[in-house]
């Protein structure tokens, strides 16, 4: 609206914030654009910024980009408009937690820029009854996500039982082949394929033979001959074998083949909860949902039962005080103790169980009163970073080629290069706690390699298990070698957290252009 057909007032600035997610297709971003441009149009707002989130959850901020940008300008100072417009309640966010959707309202209000929602029946001028409607509307907005979170999920649990696959590589010796509704074979998926038909299903099916036979070798040389996973992955790289990946075998592939039931023809889901992008849960056995023998097996049930019983007996065969006797009675005749010495002996528990049971060979020290002449906790975590490295560099990889993208990894630095375009650097950082007991996390970037994103995996206090993650632009942060983190960072930082890593695959995923070039 001109400043005369307004009556002579100049019309107020205003930014629109648009966001579309995948389970409305009536919220599009440009019939949200054409009712607030009317909106705009009858109240005197100039659209001067745009701020869009296509295909983006509203359970959170994480991984919506432009809203974090909307609400970066706003707490620097950077904004030029005095409002910002949005079609409803719902395209703002259905935050779990209501109080989070009036937070980012609040900070936008407090700086003088009032949030316009325009396809609503009230007016958001702070009078009681619009902030009541509005309190409502947030609530019913979460409610939505959670009663739709809750039908998907008894949908996915029924699918299972019939013994259809629900997202997810297939693994060693198994490829993911399509049926129609009426379960007939239509092709096999390669890996990053997709269903492209609603009423499509995908089911599990043996790999090639060679896959087979590896896959039941593991099986005989664990149950068997009672080799260790170490020594099988030793003796599978020294043959030069090759995983689906194409990549060399770990202890965690062995130990995923010799624990999981799809080799078996199960289909077990539900075991790790992740629902409304929560923190993931490990459920009880209980809480599983399970289709048995829906799938052909490629192992002998025997044999996996064997397996698992052998896993059983090496986490119960000893207790506790049995532990540390065998360990106290290695320190009287070796006069030390360490990792190596532990692993010598023949009839003695691994290192690596002593670690599991206790958390840390320095704790098992501790307990029978063994103290090293140096302090060793920073060569535990550096073991432990060590380890979860290639678990982290596989899952990313496992994510970015389930949206369809292809990866290949450097193999002199785990340097990612996706879909020949783009290069991703991976740093597990450790947590140190201050005298003060506050956290600190220091990052270090390796300016020789120049990755376009560094994904930082900050790890919790414990320095096991993931806390966040930071996808940091090398444009934006390569100038910075080393970055020292706490738990809040300002928005210069913290606008590049994310709780997972669904923003980084988003970001990578491929899209159609549509039209003439």
């Not at 899952?395 to 290069?417: F, H, K, Q, W, Y």
């Amino acid at each position: 609206m001109t400043v005369e057909a307004s009556g002579g007032i100049p019309p107020v600035r205003a930014a629109q914030y648009v966001r579309m997610s995948t389970d409305h297709q009536k919220y599009s971003t440009e019939n949200q654009a054409e009712i607030i441009a009317a909106y705009a149009a009858r109240r005197n707002f100039q659209i001067v910024r745009n701020y869009a989130d296509e295909g983006r959850s509203g359970l959170n901020i994480a991984g919506r980009d432009a809203l974090r940008r909307l609400i970066g300008d706003v707490q620097s100072g950077a904004a030029d408009f005095e409002a910002v417009l949005v079609y409803d309640i719902s395209r703002w966010g259905r935050f779990q937690d209501a109080d989070e959707s009036a937070y980012y309202e609040f900070i936008c209000r407090e700086r003088g820029i009032n949030v316009h929602y325009c396809a609503e029946q009230f007016d958001n001028d702070g009078s009681l009854p619009s902030n009541v409607m509005k309190s409502i509307k947030r609530v019913m907005a979460g409610e939505y996500s959670r009663e739709l979170s809750s039908k998907v999920f008894t949908g996915q649990c029924r699918l299972i039982t019939l013994g259809y696959r629900q997202g997810g590589p297939a693994g060693y010796g198994l490829r993911r082949f399509l049926v129609n509704e009426n379960n007939e074979r239509k092709a096999a998926l390669a890996r990053g394929e997709h269903k492209s038909l609603q009423t499509d299903r995908v089911i599990l099916v043996p790999g090639p033979q060679e896959e087979i036979e590896t896959v039941c070798r593991i099986y005989r040389l664990f149950v068997l001959e009672r080799r260790s996973e170490r020594e099988i992955v030793t003796i599978l790289n020294s043959e030069g074998r090759m995983t689906d990946l194409g990549k060399p075998w770990t202890h965690a592939i062995v130990r995923q083949i010799l624990t999981n039931e799809k080799y078996i023809g199960n289909n077990v889901y539900n075991r790790i909860s992740f629902k409304l992008k929560k923190k993931r849960v490990v459920n009880d056995a209980d809480m599983w949902v399970r289709g048995d023998g829906v799938f052909e097996a490629v192992v002998d049930p025997a044999l996996f039962e064997a397996a698992q019983t052998v896993f059983a007996e090496r986490a119960h065969r000893f207790s506790n005080d049995e532990l540390l006797r065998m360990l106290s009675d290695l320190l009287s005749l070796r006069g030390t103790l360490s990792g190596m010495i532990i692993d010598e002996v023949e009839d003695m528990p691994s290192s690596a169980a002593y670690r599991h049971r206790f958390g840390s060979l320095l704790r098992a020290y501790a307990l029978i009163g063994f103290q090293p002449a140096r302090d060793y906790r920073y060569i535990e975590t550096n073991r432990q970073l060590r380890l979860m490295h290639p678990e982290v560099v596989a899952s990313t990889v496992a994510g970015i080629e389930t949206i369809g993208g292809s990866v290949t990894v450097d193999p002199r630095n785990d340097l990612l290069l996706v879909n020949q375009e783009v290069t991703l650097a991976l740093v597990i950082v450790r947590c140190q706690t201050t005298t003060a007991g506050s956290l600190r996390w220091k990052v270090r970037l390796d300016a020789s390699l120049r990755p376009d994103v560094t994904v930082v995996v900050r790890l919790n206090p414990d320095n096991k298990t993931v806390k966040d993650y930071y996808l940091l632009p090398w444009l934006d942060v390569g100038g910075r070698p080393r970055l020292g983190m706490a738990e809040k960072n300002g928005i210069d930082l913290d606008s590049y957290r994310t709780d997972d890593l669904s923003p980084l695959f988003h970001m990578l995923r491929r899209h159609t252009l549509e039209g003439p070039l």
